[in-house]
């Protein structure tokens, strides 16, 4: 038996699977995150607690030892630690936005433009590099109280085993990594002002770490490897490896990946480069901040429950009876495909006569342009997988089918984690089968008629999109 780990935003995750991939049993945790004045922080205490529970509860569930654990979890943001792996602070999240002014104060000198082209990461606010500088300006203390900056599943793993802080190559991709050497990149370290805490990034390990557990949540001695983060997790587990081929992930963020082995560091500095297990392959990814918080935010104001979604989306034709909806909710504004720290959702072509369901569909649709937006700035040009909690909706499903115009493999199940095994399978030489473990669940086409209708659609978009950004660049 395999164990995979998917140490998210919201949700932490344990998926023990059989060695042909099929799902055994799933455990699950909500986690907590803390939103004030821009701040985005987590409990490392609570997060790491569950993750000590789901894997109990898995282990207990499951009808075999496990043999082998995968480890994956969200990426950016800043986990500070001690020596003993404990936390310094709360975790600040990748979906924090304290720090952007400075990322503004970047834009505007070059620095920003400086580091894409070094690294291939375009910096946001929530990712270390301003995260680092941001707390070495206003909490200092708590850096030099620091024995490392982290990534979520370096500190989950790093408590599960007791090894020292470590990261993977893909973790390290943003801001900081040289996505050519494979190394940290310390003219990139010197721009941002961190010189001085250099030391605080942890070792990169190429490929990943393994080590063996200490006994919680999983018994003492079981063989676990550390990462890759839960993108390119999630395109594993997808079987997302040959250049050309895309994933869309329809979770908390919309992450856009499309495989290749073209290193482009040229055009509008947006996304980033995640280095994989392959030297020479990356994923060129475009995480934008829309997701289904932006559709959550939308049901909690008009009070419709997830379930009445797919009816709901059924009521009211393609264009929504002229409702529009930009969705970058997000207290940090956009990241990819473009950076807009200021950025904020629009609605737009309201009226008494507008409804529900007009509100949820002008959403879905709003969201499904910024997944093709990201998609095509990403270089898609082969198939299309798409993964995470939106595949629960199959109207939505099939909206995004017609809005990206191409079909959707769809991937059900914990997919992250699922990748996170795979991951772990090769780090320790076992050997399992991909493409059974990779097999989507369905095919949805997209309908000639309406694909063509979004087709034009999407154009005002990116129009609407170019004032918007203009505005908020004017803030």
């Not at 310094?88 to 720090?99: C, E, F, N, P, Q």
């Not at 943003?174 to 990034?201: A, I, K, Q, S, W």
């Not at 557990?213 to 676990?224: F, K, N």
């Amino acid at each position: 038996m395999y164990v995979g780990i998917d140490v998210g935003t919201s949700t932490v995750k344990a998926a023990a699977f059989d060695g042909s991939g099929r799902e055994l049993a799933v455990a699950a945790r909500p986690v907590g995150l803390a939103l004030h004045g821009g701040f985005v922080e987590q409990d490392m205490e609570e997060v790491y607690g569950a993750v000590v529970a789901v894997l109990g509860e898995v282990a207990e569930r499951a009808p075999e030892p496990v043999e082998l654990a995968g480890l994956t979890g969200q990426g950016d943001g800043v986990w500070l630690v001690d020596a003993e792996g404990l936390p310094v602070r709360a975790a600040a999240s990748w979906m924090d936005g304290r720090a952007h002014e400075l990322v503004d104060r970047w834009l505007a000198d070059g620095t920003f433009e400086t580091v894409f082209r070094r690294t291939g990461s375009a910096m946001f606010p929530g990712c270390p590099g301003p995260l680092l500088a941001w707390l070495d300006s206003h909490e200092p203390k708590a850096l030099d109280a620091a024995r490392a900056s982290l990534y979520c599943k370096d500190m989950v793993f790093q408590r599960l085993t007791g090894a020292g802080p470590t990261t993977d190559v893909s973790d390290a991709s943003m801001p900081f990594l040289d996505p050519r050497t494979r190394t940290y990149d310390n003219r990139v370290v010197e721009l941002l002002g961190l010189t001085h805490r250099r030391g605080l990034l942890a070792p990169v390990t190429d490929p990943v770490a393994t080590a063996r557990t200490r006994g919680e949540g999983l018994p003492a001695g079981t063989r676990i490897a550390n990462g890759p983060y839960d993108l390119p997790a999630c395109a594993l587990g997808a079987g997302v490896t040959s250049p050309g081929d895309g994933l869309l992930i329809v979770g908390t963020c919309l992450a856009s990946l499309v495989a290749t082995t073209d290193l482009d560091l040229t055009g509008e500095p947006a996304g980033l480069y995640i280095n994989t297990d392959r030297p020479g392959h990356w994923l060129r990814a475009m995480p934008a901040m829309v997701g289904t918080a932006a559709l959550d935010w939308v049901l909690s104001t008009t009070g419709v429950r997830h379930e009445e979604v797919d009816g709901l989306l059924s009521e009211t034709p393609p264009g929504a009876h002229g409702v529009r909806v930009l969705p970058y909710f997000a207290p940090s504004g956009e990241r990819a495909p473009f950076v807009e720290p200021r950025l904020r959702a629009e609605l737009t072509g309201v009226s008494l006569e507008s409804t529900r369901a007009d509100l949820v569909r002008a959403t879905c649709e709003g969201i499904g342009y910024a997944a093709r937006h990201c998609l095509q700035a990403a270089g898609l040009t082969g198939t299309l997988a798409v993964c995470g909690g939106g595949t629960r909706s199959p109207a939505w499903m099939r909206l995004l089918a017609d809005v990206l115009g191409r079909p959707l493999r769809v991937v059900e199940g914990e997919v992250g984690a699922r990748g996170a095994v795979l991951a772990a399978a090769e780090r320790y030489g076992v050997a399992l089968d991909a493409e059974a473990w990779t097999r989507p669940t369905a095919v949805v086409e997209p309908d000639e008629a309406r694909a063509a209708y979004y087709a034009r659609a999407y154009e005002d978009h990116l129009a609407r999109l170019t004032e918007a950004r203009e505005r908020a660049r004017r803030t």
